[in-house]
């Protein structure tokens, strides 16, 4: 017996929200670093989910491109974190106010 | 099983092309000696060139490749041969303005390719992983290029603000990808207009796919409400990328969009076509009345930008309402057309802007552009014609692009909509002109050696050649350019 589609949906519904929350109310940049990783990997648990229901490698293949995606765009934020870090010794988003928010 | 051919490798040789490029110019940048690193530029430039010969002369042919995730149609090549022009004139830029500021860095050109790449890619793919894979492509290279001014803070900030909501944006629309991979059991644009077809968002995994498809392209396109990372982007980043992002990053995220939603999604064009509506309105308004408050030009010319999405995505919604009908053709039209014409005028004014210096600082504030009229008559002729041509005032080319894209609307029934985008249209003659009127009107200061003053290099009056070129020549003669976007629009199923 497979468990059913709406469960895997459902929890990566909740796992997106909770990126997408976590995004918009915290203030380290490295917390908003690992919710948009958290989106993303909800994102993984859909693709995979969908091409289990839908028989269909597709989705499968897909996961493989955003997880090296999400690799990518790690090393490019972090190191934009350091960087930063050296020019002002904070990482909190709420101190990044030399533009206009 | 579909495996690929070397037919296919040839058809997407300008991509790989840039890539090739990029990689030489990252490899070569640290064993070059330095008296030889503008090599890497003229490199970068003469590639540009090849590549839009090649891409011209597959224009009248179209093509797929890949099993169908690529297509070589006249669209995609319209764009980039658009987005390959933009490039060579970013780079041309970029050679006397990086000088200027004093970033040596080499691998600043192989960004502007591999940036190049993600946009060619994402205007021709006819698959969503390979739309999304080019989309990232650009965004990480543009994240980095934003930043790389690293002993300026405000550069830095620039990135980090646009690292965050870019990922984010990137995020929203994965997510939409994957609820409409679920909905219609295919990634690929015409397997999703064939299951599509006939349904309406009644369906809530198809109305949650369309909602995030539309709110992740939102924040690429710059639209209100989804536009609050652009004016500081634009302020912080280094002049020559902002133009960069201003007009190529943005045909290319128009590019994608486009497609994926006339070509995958053309049987919800009722529906989306609503949503757009909606943003359309909130940013014309938004735009035009907060560019008014602005003193720094590169955070005005930001709000401009906006704006003009705001021009463009009426051209979208009209091609939604105009639905299957002969017409919705002209609904594509306008928009290529009205992205071809904001390239010249837009990258006309941050070339100015980039090349105007203040001592050894940029002069970004509309005061520093006081009275350079009177100390340097032809940057300022230009640059009015700009503005006028930004404001979209006759017989510039900002005025045909706009006419075309209203007449696409007036044909689409929403003539309401023209008129009030021509409001708002005027609302923005005051700000573009407002800076016309502070360097023709007022008396410059002493001249002192911090005055404000226009640097001219040689890569730099090319730049301006061309860009004052396009919006003269297709100001008054347009001909070659509307014709060549009415052949390259899509069908809208």
């Known amino acids: 017996m497979s468990v059913p589609i709406h469960y895997y949906l459902i929890l990566s519904a909740f796992m997106f929200l909770t990126g997408l929350v976590g995004v918009l109310v915290r203030r380290n940049i490295i917390v908003i670093l690992l919710c948009i990783e958290l989106m993303l990997n909800a994102t993984n648990i859909n693709f995979v989910a969908f091409a289990e229901y839908l028989h269909d490698l597709g989705g499968q293949i897909f996961v493989f491109f955003t997880l090296t995606v999400a690799a990518a765009e790690v090393g490019v934020g972090l190191a934009i974190v350091v960087a930063i870090h050296r020019s002002k010794d904070t990482i909190n988003v709420e101190e990044f106010n030399l533009l206009k928010w | ?493």
């Open chain 2, 1 to 493: 099983m579909t495996f690929f051919s070397p037919g296919d490798l040839f058809l997407i040789l300008p991509e790989l092309l840039v890539i090739a490029a990029a990689c030489v110019v990252l490899i070569l940048d640290p064993v070059m000696p330095s008296n030889l690193k503008d090599g890497l530029a003229w490199l970068s430039l003469g590639t540009l060139a090849v590549c839009m010969g090649l891409i011209a002369s597959q224009m009248g042919y179209p093509a797929s490749a890949f099993g169908g995730v690529v297509a070589i149609d006249a669209y995609a090549c319209f764009w980039k041969l658009l987005l390959c022009f933009v490039a060579g004139l970013t780079v041309l830029l970029s050679y006397s303005y990086l000088k200027e500021e004093r970033l040596y860095f080499g691998e600043y050109y192989a960004f502007v390719l591999l940036a190049l790449c993600g946009m060619m890619v994402m205007v021709s793919a006819t698959e969503l992983l390979a739309i999304y894979l080019g989309t990232e492509l650009m965004s990480l290279s543009l994240y980095v290029m934003a930043g790389l001014k690293r002993s300026e803070p405000r550069s830095l900030e620039a990135s980090a603000k646009y690292f965050v909501l870019g990922a984010f944006s990137s995020g929203i629309l994965l997510y939409g990808i994957s609820l409409l991979y679920g909905a219609t059991g295919s990634t690929r644009l015409p397997a999703i207009a064939d299951a599509v077809a006939g349904r309406s968002l009644d369906d809530p995994l198809l109305l949650f796919a369309t909602i995030l498809l539309a709110v992740g392209f939102a924040f690429k396109l710059a639209v209100v409400p989804f536009h609050m990372w652009t004016p500081d982007v634009y302020q912080g980043a280094p002049t020559s990328v902002t133009a960069f992002m201003a007009v190529a990053s943005k045909a290319a995220s128009f590019g994608a969009f486009l497609r994926v939603f006339a070509e995958g999604l053309g049987g919800l064009k009722t529906d989306w076509s609503t949503i757009f509506l909606v943003l359309c309105v909130a940013t014309l308004v938004l735009g035009n009345v907060v560019a008014l408050v602005q003193t720094n030009v590169k955070r005005m010319l930001a709000y401009s930008s906006i704006a003009h999405a705001g021009y463009a995505l009426i051209g979208v919604v009209a091609t939604g309402r105009l639905g299957g009908s002969a017409d919705s053709a002209h609904g594509i039209a306008s928009v290529l057309l009205y992205l071809a014409l904001y390239t010249f005028m837009t990258f006309g004014a941050f070339a100015i802007v980039a090349m105007l210096r203040k001592g050894s600082i940029e002069g970004e504030e509309i005061e520093d552009f006081t009275g350079l009229a009177r100390r340097q008559p032809v940057a300022a002729l230009l640059m009015l014609v700009f503005m006028v041509s930004l404001a979209g005032i006759p017989p510039t080319a900002g005025f045909i692009g706009k006419f075309y894209v209203f007449m696409s609307a007036v044909e689409a029934d929403m003539t309401w909509l023209a008129v009030l985008a021509l409001i708002f249209a005027a609302v923005s003659a005051y700000y573009y002109l407002r800076l016309v009127l502070v360097m023709y009107m007022r008396e410059p200061d002493a001249i002192t050696a911090d005055s404000p003053r226009l640097v001219l290099s040689p890569t730099l009056s090319i730049v301006l050649a061309c860009a004052i070129a396009g919006v003269v020549i297709f100001g008054i003669y347009p001909d070659p350019l509307i014709q060549l976007a009415a052949q390259a629009t899509l069908p809208l199923k």
